[in-house]
């Protein structure tokens, strides 16, 4: 007993010490939840969704460009950013939403920033749908998060000229979990689905399923268990694809049919930074566009 004691003493004063080091790593939340658990977040997100539904989009075409971007890490600069934004903006085939996969920031006190360099989105009568990332939630950040973009947990329905339907599902894995509330919900959403005759189901998050390296290795990933249970989950339910970021770098993953698609980073600081752009008509095609 004394020496887990001792070793819980040793992390602690460890955790200060780096904590003292870098003011952009929130090195408690490495390891476990500090503030608000995953079963919290998901009933805040819901109590939102309560009040204000969940949104049909009518009238694209039946091909449209989806526009996505991840791990963008503002801090005092936003070039990538712009870059999205602008060619966005300009796209006549875009769809009139953009998917982002969260880390919006990189550490406290940019979130204003970020909203400045999206705003001309909102401007134009346009959306970008947002899932949280584990950066957003750091140092206690989750309050600012949700008092912007409202809820994490969430889904939208888009609706061709011809009435085909898409179903897009944001679901919050901050933590590397879903939390037992979530995972409840998100499958009764995907039972309901079964029988409304969509095209395709796009579930959209953060931290991504397969680790195939040690890139992310702190408790910000899934464990094994719960990786088995949504890939299951996703296989039954006929999910077309599930989007996610978090490593920075691309993947492709093609389990039971379900496409799991890993997208890069659009941080400035990073040496490749991409967005990426999906083609979604009867089949979803993608292409990964080189900002720097």
């Not at 009238?59 to 971007?69: A, E, T």
């Not at 998060?145 to 679901?171: A, C, N, P």
């Amino acid at each position: 007993m004394r020496k887990v004691i001792d070793i819980l003493a040793a992390v602690a004063i460890s955790m200060v010490f780096f904590a003292s080091c870098n003011k952009n790593i929130d090195y408690p939340g490495l390891f476990f939840t500090i503030n608000e658990s995953p079963n919290q977040r998901f009933a805040q997100s819901m109590e939102y969704n309560r009040q204000h539904g969940y949104d049909k989009i009518t009238g694209v075409p039946d091909d449209y460009l989806v526009y996505v971007m991840s791990d963008i890490h503002v801090d005092n600069t936003a070039t990538n950013l712009d870059r999205f934004v602008h060619d966005f903006l300009v796209d006549s085939m875009a769809a009139p939403f953009a998917l982002c996969l969260g880390d919006l920031v990189n550490a406290t006190g940019h979130y204003n920033f970020f909203e400045e360099h999206v705003k001309p989105i909102d401007d134009e009568g346009l959306k970008v749908y947002y899932t949280v990332g584990n950066h957003d939630v750091y140092f206690d950040q989750w309050p600012e998060f949700r008092s912007r973009f409202h809820t994490s947990t969430y889904w939208f329905e888009v609706q061709t000229v011809s009435g085909k339907k898409d179903l897009y599902i944001s679901i919050d894995s901050a933590n590397g979990t879903l939390g037992t509330d979530q995972r409840k919900w998100l499958e009764d959403i995907l039972k309901d689905a079964e029988n409304k005759g969509y095209r395709h189901i796009i579930v959209f998050t953060h931290t991504h399923l397969f680790k195939k390296d040690a890139s992310q290795g702190h408790t910000s990933n899934f464990n094994m268990e719960e990786t088995y249970d949504l890939l299951d989950l996703f296989d039954r339910y006929d999910v077309s694809m599930v989007l996610q970021g978090h490593s920075h770098h691309r993947d492709l993953t093609i389990f039971k049919d379900v496409v799991y698609l890993r997208v890069d980073a659009l941080e400035d600081h990073y040496p490749n930074a991409f967005y990426t752009i999906l083609t979604v008509g009867n089949c979803i095609n993608y292409e990964f566009i080189k900002v720097n």
